[in-house]
Nanobody
Framework: QVQLVESGGGLVQAGASLRLSCAAS????????MGWFRQAPGKEREFVAA????????YYADSVKGRFTISRDNPKNTMYLQMNSLKPEDTAVYYC???????????????????WGQGTRVTVSS
């Protein structure tokens, strides 16, 4: 199995930046497409961004495109989410996830991901 641990969340003001990290252990990290999801209170977990195994292909939700950047450092077994120009509506618990399907399509649905971290909380104040 794959173990994923997120870190880097915090409380910031609107317009600020945060960089989230997802540290992986277990099975070969470099072989999995990865994604970031977030879940606000009372809402379903929603897709944020995805990245293929090599890091050369990314996909973003419309709500974060142009503000967030997903990346990965396979030798360090770590994935990142750089979040700029944060808005109050970005407030949520952010989760990293791994997809073991080996599809060439970057998946955007929670049920399509197989391994999940415990989440890191991001709060953006007005």
């Amino acid at each position: 199995q794959v173990q994923l641990v997120e870190s880097g969340g915090g409380l910031v003001q609107a317009g600020a930046s945060l960089r989230l990290s997802c540290a992986a252990s277990g099975r070969t990290f470099s072989g999995y497409p990865m994604g970031w999801f977030r879940q606000a209170p009372g809402k379903e977990r929603e897709f944020v961004a995805a990245i293929n195994s090599s890091g050369g292909k990314t996909y973003y939700a419309d709500s974060v495109k142009g503000r967030f950047t997903i990346s990965r450092d396979n030798p360090k077994n770590t994935m990142y989410l750089q979040m700029n120009s944060l808005k109050p509506e970005d407030t949520a618990v952010y989760y990293c996830a791994a997809d073991n399907s080996r599809t060439i399509i970057l998946r955007t649905t929670t049920r399509d991901y197989d391994y999940w971290g415990q989440g890191t909380r991001v709060t953006v104040s007005s």
